[in-house]
């Protein structure tokens, strides 16, 4: 088995949302550690800002014209795809394959392939309540391809135990599956300064953030509530304001200022950005359900995300308290040491090398909890 410094990793990304955060802090560290790491970027084109971080790195980036699962859910550019990744494997001779997607497992890859699972359409559409289009031809073939990534794959991955649990009901994988904790490359602060405001993160139109909920509940707030992502819109005189897409940079200093951090999401596998908001400090009020549960239990507040009127009168109260908020505030801080980026790291790490040692030693990796 070769050195972890001696590796060749191809790990795919896309440059929207948590995963490019994910994939972009995985591949800096391993890149740091020796291994030669090649990150593929899937979907959208990577901004300049984006690109800039990754050049900083050791990592090699490849920008590829191959869409998103959720881009092409009939799998019509799947033989393009095919194609394109043999060509790479076949050029860079990887020792272990890591997907931050499903479909591409099924490809013939000379080398253990690892899926990460960050989400996928159809535990979303169940979380948002709305699945009637799933019922269509053409997302009925990406389950189909998301159920045969998940087989196919030497081993698969999830952020959470809630996330994996609704893997395991929507697709019954045969392969081997871990738990790793996402984790942060932001340190958890020492004491600073806030500003009596509430921020939010996340896409306005997107059902899972349930940002909506969080501009009915704003009305009539002592505290203004910002809005970071992209935007929608709304009343010529709304509660929240949004300020549309951000730096990850701008993202972390308005954190830095912000007292509180609210997420009332239906669905979220993780969250890197509450976890972000909780290492700066940031008071949490989050939607009460199974992923936010697991990861902030006693460090946040919880409301219903199906009520507004529940999220109103909890930033109300917390406004008004400024002991409890100072309380959840280094609550929080203090949970999020616990999802340290060394420790996710750690955790990869030993899981590459039981993907690379005999099929005798996968179920044994030290400090990784296997199910199948």
């Known amino acids: 088995m070769p050195r972890f410094c001696d590796l060749r990793i191809l790990m795919t990304a896309d440059a929207v949302g948590g995963v490019w955060t994910y994939a972009t802090a995985l591949a800096s560290a ?3 550690r020796g291994a030669d790491v090649q990150l593929v970027i899937q979907g959208p ?9 990754v050049s900083q790195t050791a990592v090699r980036l490849v920008e590829s014209p191959l869409a998103l699962e959720w881009q092409d859910p009939a799998g019509e550019s799947m033989e393009a795809a095919r194609q394109f990744y043999a060509a790479l494997e076949a050029k860079l001779r990887p020792d272990i394959v890591h997907l931050n997607s499903f479909r591409e497992a099924t490809f013939d890859w000379h080398c253990p392939v690892l899926v990460a699972a960050h ?20 997302w009925q073939s990406y389950t189909r391809h998301v159920a045969a990534g998940l087989d196919q794959a030497t081993a698969w991955v999830c952020p959470t135990y809630a996330f994996r649990d609704m893997v395991l009901d929507l697709y019954q994988p045969r392969a081997p599956g871990f738990v790793v904790w996402n984790g942060s490359p932001r340190q958890a602060a020492g004491s600073c300064r806030k500003e009596p405001m509430i921020l939010a993160a996340g896409r306005m139109w997107d059902a899972a953030k349930n940002l909506s909920a969080l501009e009915q509940a704003a009305e009539g707030l002592q505290w203004p509530v910002l809005v970071a992502g992209s935007t929608v819109d709304i009343a010529s005189d709304p509660a929240i304001r949004q300020l549309g897409v951000v730096s990850h940079a701008e993202l972390s200093q308005l954190m830095q200022r912000a007292a509180m951090f609210a997420s009332p999401a239906r669905y979220e596998p993780f969250g890197l950005s509450v976890l972000e908001a909780a290492a700066a400090g940031c008071a949490l009020v989050l939607a009460d359900i199974p992923t936010f549960r697991e990861l902030w239990n006693d460090a946040a507040l919880f409301v219903d995300p199906a009520e507004a009127q529940a999220l109103h009168r909890a930033l109300t109260d917390l406004c008004a308290d400024s ?8 609550a929080a801080r203090a949970r999020s040491r616990r999802y340290a980026l060394r420790r996710m790291i750690d955790s990869y790490v030993a899981l590459y090398q ?3 040692a005999p099929a005798t030693r996968l179920m044994a990796a030290p400090g990784l909890e296997v199910f199948a």
């Not at 989400?119 to 031809?137: F, H, P, R």
Request: proline residues 2%; positive net charge.
């Open 45 to 53: 084109a990577p901004t300049d800002a984006q690109r800039s971080m």
């Open 30 to 32: 391993f890149a740091s």
């Open 354 to 356: 039981s993907l690379l």
């Open 323 to 330: 002991a409890q908020c100072t309380r959840l505030q280094q």
């Open 119 to 138: 989400s996928c359409v159809n535990s979303w559409g169940i979380a948002c309540k709305d699945t009637a289009w799933l019922s269509d031809q053409r």
